[in-house]
């Protein structure tokens, strides 16, 4: 790859000095190499974000929302291929890898809805003093610049840039190093679409290159996903410059399952919130709290389904799950495997590397984990569920809600009324009852705590790449 970012409507070549290597991680072989914006490409693309503003926030929202059902339908025409590319960059299985795409068809088509039904230019507010009147507007909050991780790389990146351009925001994304080919397509689309020059850029590189991006002093606004320790680093830019950021950070989410659950029903429930993407997920429910009267009957039921899985190379077998996607993730999980050896954790599946070529680790389950363990309350990233028992509903809120994380929880109980005063008591910012983690467009993303600050997705994504002004008028 020569040409590898998207800068005012051209395909240029990096110029800055890291060198990024695209890799298989179910062979560890690398199979792509590009080289890194350098720091005046950034500032190449946030100017040329800044001259399409003007023009683009212009646009009537029909307009937009034209723009918008291009990229669903241009996603779809690349289907093969961007599945394919997934499987082999990321090591999605090929169902996890249609569904991600599945997802920004759909993200791409919801906010051209909502930008097709933005109010029109006026809005009346009613006032209760006689003599002035005063409407709203919403007018887009400028030129955003976006980073992104690589675990969810088109859906993460839709879920941003869908939005935003339907406030008639214009972009810098920034993708991951380690997934940096596949937010290419958006670029493409541009291109085919004749998305007018500027509104969308694509930079790719490392941290350098991030942070050039979230230190600009031209952006209105940041939109990051990824770890604590770098959005934190994101927050300090923002608030050098007060402006605002939206987060989306970590988790380490519980999955409640009391006594009266059926247990094949909670074995399924629980083995797909924590190996779906290898359980390289923000929204992995790595904890699991099991109450007394079924966890004898549970664990080992969990034990045998997390062993059953076929963990392999999506590209040339048939699996359920594929291998972590970097080598630097590899590393990390291992390292919590060691952690737990340290510590004397009891392990009732897994618990190691995989004894062959690529990035693999196996589906582990460790049980009655302290609740001071590491592997308890950090996030790993990683197929790794750790188990505790609980006695009463009151046990089971305080310690699912006894993290500094707050992203998601599933509760799993026939008893409805139950479920949903526990999902109403949960300090998270999406709850799932009797459900594997569906997510709809519809519905909010987002965490409390220390998983983040904003909201994507619904009305609440698009709110967050609009400023609200009101006009006052005295009616003499
Ligand atoms: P990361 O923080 O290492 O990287 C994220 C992005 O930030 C990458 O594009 C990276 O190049 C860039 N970056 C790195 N250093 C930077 C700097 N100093 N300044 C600006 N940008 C910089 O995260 P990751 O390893 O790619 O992703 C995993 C993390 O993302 C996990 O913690 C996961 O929970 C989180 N995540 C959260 C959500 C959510 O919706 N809450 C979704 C997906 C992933």
New binding site residues.
Partial sequence: MTTSHYIAGHWVEGQGSDCISVTDPALGQPFAELMAASVSQVDQAVAAARSALPAWKSTCASERAAFLRGFAEQLGQRREALVTLQMRNNGKPRHEAEIDLDDAIATFGYYAELAERLPSKKRTVPLAAPGFTARTRLEPVGVVGL??????PLV?SAWKLAPALAAGCTVVL?????TPLIEQAYGQIADALGLPAGVLNIVN???E???A??NHNGLDKLS????????S??MRSASAQCRPVTL????KSAIVVFDDCDVDQAVEWIVAGITWNAGQ???ATSRLLVQDGIADALLPRLQAALENLRVGNPLTEEVDMGPLTSQAQWLKVASYFATAREEGLQCLAGGHALDREGWFVSPTLYTDVPKDSRLWTE?I?GPVLCARRFASEEQAIAEANDSRFG?VATVCSADLERAERVADALEVGHVWINSVQAVFVETS???TKG??IGR?LGPWGLSAYQSVKHVTRCLG
Avoid: D, H, R
């Avoid at 980073?147 to 969810?152: A, G, K, M, T």
């Fill in positions: 980073i992104v991780p690589w675990n969810f993460t920034k993708p991951s190093e380690v590189g490392k941290a290159t991030g942070a991006l979230s990051f996903t990824g770890s604590n320790s770098v959005g680093q994101v989306e950070l970590g988790g997920m923000c929204s996030e990233f992203l993303w987002g965490g998983s983040g994507e």
